[in-house]
Structures are given as structure tokens and as C-alpha cells.
């Protein structure tokens, strides 16, 4: 089993920053792509951000410009660095990877817990 801890979240003012990261440990023989998913209230999750092992990135239209992925594979870590936030970005913000266990080597995934992002004055 894989666990993905989350931290960065808070309450930021409008044009404000935020940078999120997402360790990954545990049964770990190569993780794979990385993600970033929000979900708001009363609203489906959606992917925010994605980077794939080689370090090739996809980002919704909604925060192309603002928001920046990124990932430090000698830590099995993935960053979020979030710019000129808006309330509209207030969501639960959740981690996913796929890897491959390293005990059997099969590609599974894991989602961390989620950490609440709130831009608001």
C-alpha cells in the first residue's frame, strides 16, 4: 500500500499563493504519473494538473498561467504552486499517482486525503 500526505492548503486573500505538496511512501517500485484533482462543494472532482514521470505536464484551461506542476522524483514528491488565486480555485484539493507496487509489480493508485484550499477576503 501506498500513502500520499498532502500540505500547503489554507485560507489565502484573492491574487494570493499557495504551494501544495504530496510525499509519496510505502510499497513503492516506480510511481508513474502524479496528479493534482480539486473538488468544491456540490461539485464533481476534476483534474487540475498532471505530470507525467518523464516530466511532461497537462493543466485544466481553467488554471493554465496560474498554476504550475512539478515533481522531485528522488522524493517521490509532487508540488502544486498555485498564483494569482481566485475564489473560484476554494476546493478540496486531492493528490493521486499510479505506480508500481514493488512487491508484485503491478500498477495500482492511491488518492491522499485532501487539503482544503480557501481564497477568500
Known amino acids: 500500500q501506498v500513502q500520499l500526505v498532502e500540505s500547503g492548503g489554507g485560507l489565502v486573500q484573492p491574487g494570493g499563493s499557495l504551494r501544495l505538496s504530496c510525499a509519496a511512501s510505502?510499497?513503492?517500485?516506480?510511481?508513474?504519473?502524479m496528479e493534482w484533482y480539486r473538488q468544491a462543494p456540490g461539485k464533481q472532482r476534476g483534474l487540475v494538473a498532471s505530470?507525467?514521470?518523464?516530466?511532461?505536464?497537462n493543466y485544466a484551461d481553467s488554471v493554465k498561467g496560474r498554476f504550475t506542476i512539478s515533481r522531485d522524483n528522488a522524493k517521490n514528491t509532487v508540488y502544486l504552486r498555485m498564483n494569482s488565486l481566485k475564489p473560484e480555485d476554494t476546493a478540496v484539493y486531492y493528490c493521486?499517482?499510479?505506480?508500481?507496487?514493488?512487491?508484485?509489480?503491478?500498477?495500482?493508485?492511491?488518492w491522499g486525503q485532501g487539503t482544503q484550499v480557501t481564497v477568500s477576503s
Open positions: 493521486h499517482a499510479t505506480y508500481y507496487a514493488a512487491s508484485s509489480y503491478t500498477r495500482e493508485d492511491s
Open positions: 510505502g510499497n513503492i517500485f516506480r510511481i508513474g504519473t
Open positions: 505530470i507525467g514521470s518523464g516530466g511532461a505536464t
